[in-house]
């Protein structure tokens, strides 16, 4: 993979559900400071402008049909990669929160590993959460740590690269699940040997929409990450297939 | 007489079965169990000994109760089935839609790029621009 650094085709694949209010600015900002790529919005069944914005801001666009979740999205973004030759792929948040900055960071990561997650603890940033969340996040971590055989401190960032073998694997079995597309998805792709590595990212603000912060979803979250993670942990071992 | 009615009713759902299966209202997968209940039942109605017999064998002191205990097995079982068939029904239909979505996407190129064709660039935009909306 090393010797074909120049030959590497990039996609960036943001998954948007209802984000007309800040999805032209992020696409620009990574047209500005992002690596050279090709942004793939996959629009998510919104029902505002979403779609229009993003094309007017120079993105590729899949509409789907109906809302499927994140994990749907990026199954269709992966899908997407694949059928047109892209070498790695990167995912950032629509509303903004993942700058267009660090793009380049997470995809040099992939030099040492197939999937490279930028996370927003790791001494880098503002970034903070309290309470039950933030008990549920660091179980997570520190389970999917010990799978990995590495340190992650950021499991459920959406901030995430990964090169061909990781496209190969997730789009033959990339969950569609609630949650899927963090932890699940990571626990079955290190299962099938791909390799995990974090990079540090600074996580700025939402340029749209409201973060929630409700203790009862909160609990409501822990439950069925752990429900994610004793599903995952539970499951067959995968190779990714060649092609 | 409870004989007889009992008789109609399997009957009745075995003919309506059928009548489904044969104008293709019901998948051949789902009729064969029901058929199977069906005949099942028939055979019950026609010979009641052989609940006296099963619940003596099983040691259920009502017979009755081994018929509602079955009943009720089975009613949970078909439902787990179609909780398992409705599961890959929504599979097959999300990829579907990545499919779609997908296409679409592929469709608006190509008309983009005809259109750039016919009408021969005075500007040199390599982006498709905003090609018509196609109905969902």
């Known amino acids: ?243 | 007489m409870a004989t007889l009615v009992g008789f109609i009713f399997v009957l009745v759902i075995l003919l309506v079965i059928f009548e489904l299966l044969r104008r293709r209202h019901l998948r051949e997968k789902y009729a064969v169990l029901w058929i199977v209940i069906g005949i099942g039942l028939l055979v019950l109605v026609a010979f009641p000994q052989l609940l006296f017999w099963a619940s003596g064998i099983l040691g259920v002191q009502v017979p009755s109760n081994l018929l509602f205990a079955m009943a009720l097995l089975l009613l949970v079982l078909v439902c787990l089935h179609l909780s398992f068939e409705q599961s890959q029904a929504e599979d097959e239909i999300r990829v579907l839609a990545e499919e779609v979505g997908i296409l679409r996407l592929k469709m608006l190129e190509m008309e983009a790029r005809q259109l750039e064709l016919r009408t021969k660039p005075l500007e040199q935009s390599r982006r498709p621009g905003n090609p018509p909306e196609t109905a969902a």
Request: charge should be positive; include cysteine.
């Open chain 1, 1 to 243: 993979m090393n010797s074909a650094e120049q030959t590497q085709r990039t996609l960036v694949i943001m998954p948007a559900w209802n984000e007309s209010e800040a999805i032209g600015n992020t696409i620009r900002e990574v047209f500005e400071f992002g690596p050279a790529c090709d942004v793939l919005v996959v629009d998510d069944g919104s029902r505002d402008s979403t779609a229009q914005v993003a094309r007017d801001a120079g993105a590729l666009v899949v509409q789907l049909p109906f809302n499927m979740g994140v994990g749907g999205a990026m199954r269709t973004g992966f899908k997407y990669a694949k059928m047109h030759g892209y070498t790695q792929v990167i995912q950032v948040d629509s509303d903004g929160q993942h700058d267009p900055r660090d793009i380049k960071s997470v995809l040099d990561g992939l030099r040492e590993a197939d999937i490279v997650i930028g996370a927003r603890f790791a001494d880098k940033g503002t970034y903070t959460v309290r309470g039950p969340r933030k008990w549920a996040m660091n179980v997570l971590a520190w389970t999917i740590s010990r799978i990995a055989g590495t340190r992650l401190t950021d499991v459920t960032s959406g901030f995430r690269a990964a090169n061909a073998k990781a496209i190969r694997q997730y789009v033959d079995h990339y969950p569609a699940e609630y949650l899927g597309d963090t932890i699940d998805s990571l626990v079955v792709a290190i299962r099938s040997g791909c390799t995990v590595r974090q990079v540090g990212v600074s996580m700025r603000e939402r340029q749209g929409g409201t973060p929630s912060h409700d203790p009862i979803k909160a609990a409501v979250y822990l439950g069925r990450s752990a429900f994610a993670l004793l599903f995952a942990l539970t499951r067959k071992k995968n190779e990714p297939s060649s092609n």
